[in-house]
Nanobody, 116 residues
């Protein structure tokens, strides 16, 4: 069964932190680089961070130095630690394999709202 379940979002104040989790089915997680993506209201979904099977990470310039992606290859789970949050980080956050197309299966995402 194909499954992506994101969790951990919520309301945070600017400067605060949140930790997102994504439980993925093995068919998506195993053998693939994984990524976090986000979609703000009225905007297209954008890539935020990615992690290779071996743990090499890359980040969008907008989150570099503030967000950290990690993965647990036993639990088929990927995480996103978000620190020093800004109002412009407000979005629905999704995880998926990297790279991912709009035609792929996507989960429901988790809403992150950052107040100023």
């Amino acid at each position: 069964q194909v499954q992506l379940v994101e969790s951990g979002g919520g309301l945070a104040q600017a400067g605060g932190s949140l930790r997102l989790s994504c439980a993925a089915s093995g068919s998506i997680f195993a053998g693939n680089a994984m990524g976090w993506y986000r979609q703000a209201p009225g905007k297209q979904r954008e890539w935020v961070a990615r992690i290779s099977l071996g743990g090499i990470t890359n980040y969008a310039d907008s989150v570099k130095g503030r967000f950290t992606i990690s993965r647990d290859n036993v639990r088929n789970t990927v995480y996103l630690q978000m620190n020093s949050l800004k109002p412009e980080d407000t979005a629905v956050y999704y995880c998926n394999k990297f790279p991912a197309s709009a035609v792929y299966y996507w989960g429901q995402g988790t809403q992150v709202t950052v107040s100023s």
